[in-house]
């Protein structure tokens, strides 16, 4: 179980990293602009990071295992969508959808080991955790500078999506087989989910991320210090909302 589980985050994590040692060619061949590529490295970060707790959410409530079953799968589907894609747009927006996968999957993984280890297990087992999630960061880099160069099939830098699909599909057949069928809890005794506060939060970072990445490219219209003001002013009220519900001793 533990293998599968660190195998799955392991693969996640590299797709932070991999990305950026391909983006020269992906630029190339794609035709992407600096800012295609700055939304091709950075939405799958941003993705997976405003929907993280949300996924944790969805794992408490439906169960862990279905859960980190279900984004590795979407992660997995993504993923070859990304190496088969044709243009810059359709890879940005495969990436997004790889990071929901990451959002659904990651969380389940220290979720899994605290529910069914215990005492020296553990400890062992987040130990391997936190090596996995220190290794990650350099082998993602040295592994897409070896599938970049080594074009293989003369599928270029294609393969830096395309080998998590054979991985993904083993995971998911091992997964069914050894993680725990764990039932979500109950409703009256799950917490609920801040939809207020998930969409002001996306709202927030989406409004702060895109006039960042296109700007500067195009001069910096009206349009992008205005979605800028409008982040800060979203961020505010997220902040205050989010007070305003741990006052109420509610929280999310």
Same mark, same amino acid.
């Given at each position: 179980?533990?293998?599968?589980?660190?195998?799955?985050?392991?693969?996640?994590?590299?797709?932070?990293?991999?990305?950026?040692?391909?983006?020269?060619?992906?630029?190339?061949?794609?035709?992407?602009?600096? !800012?295609?590529?700055?939304?091709?490295?950075?939405?799958?970060?941003?993705?997976?990071?405003?929907?993280?707790?949300?996924?944790?959410?969805? =794992?408490?409530?439906? =169960?862990? !295992?279905?859960?980190?079953?279900?984004?590795?799968?979407?992660?997995? !589907?993504?993923?070859?969508?990304?190496?088969?894609?044709?243009?810059?747009?359709?890879?940005?927006?495969?990436?997004?959808?790889?990071?929901?996968? %990451?959002?659904?999957?990651?969380?389940?993984?220290?979720?899994?080991?605290?529910?069914?280890?215990?005492?020296?297990?553990?400890?062992?087992?987040?130990?391997?955790? %936190?090596?996995?999630?220190?290794?990650?960061?350099?082998?993602?880099?040295?592994?897409?500078?070896?599938?970049?160069?080594?074009?293989?099939?003369?599928?270029?830098?294609?393969?830096?999506?395309?080998?998590?699909?054979?991985?993904?599909?083993?995971?998911?057949?091992?997964?069914?087989?050894?993680?725990?069928?764990?039932?979500?809890?109950?409703?009256?005794?799950?917490?609920?989910?801040?939809?207020?506060?998930?969409?002001?939060?996306?709202?927030?970072?989406?409004?702060?991320?895109?006039?960042?990445?296109?700007?500067?490219?195009?001069?910096?219209?009206?349009?992008?210090?205005?979605?800028?003001?409008?982040?800060?002013?979203?961020?505010?009220?997220?902040?205050?909302?989010?007070?305003?519900?741990?006052?109420?001793?509610?929280?999310?």
């Amino acid at each position: 179980m533990l293998a599968v589980l660190l195998a799955a985050l392991f693969m996640a994590l590299l797709d932070v990293f991999i990305v950026n040692v391909a983006a020269p060619t992906i630029g190339t061949e794609l035709h992407a602009s600096g !800012a295609d590529l700055q939304l091709v490295i950075a939405g799958y970060t941003i993705t997976y990071s405003v929907l993280l707790i949300t996924g944790a959410r969805l =794992g408490d409530r439906l =169960g862990h !295992a279905r859960v980190h079953l279900a984004g590795l799968a979407l992660f997995t !589907a993504a993923s070859l969508a990304c190496g088969l894609a044709q243009g810059s747009t359709e890879l940005i927006v495969f990436r997004l959808i790889q990071g929901s996968g %990451s959002a659904l999957m990651i969380p389940q993984v220290l979720s899994l080991i605290q529910r069914h280890f215990v005492g020296e297990a553990r400890m062992r087992a987040l130990g391997i955790y %936190s090596a996995v999630i220190a290794v990650g960061a350099a082998a993602g880099q040295i592994l897409g500078g070896v599938l970049v160069s080594a074009d293989l099939f003369g599928t270029s830098w294609r393969p830096v999506f395309l080998v998590n699909v054979p991985v993904g599909v083993v995971l998911l057949v091992l997964g069914r087989r050894v993680l725990p069928r764990d039932a979500g809890a109950e409703p009256e005794r799950a917490r609920a989910f801040d939809v207020p506060g998930l969409v002001l939060l996306a709202a927030a970072v989406s409004l702060l991320t895109v006039p960042l990445v296109l700007g500067q490219e195009e001069g910096w219209p009206l349009w992008s210090w205005l979605s800028l003001i409008t982040a800060a002013v979203l961020f505010a009220a997220f902040c205050g909302y989010e007070s305003r519900l741990a006052r109420r001793g509610e929280p999310r």
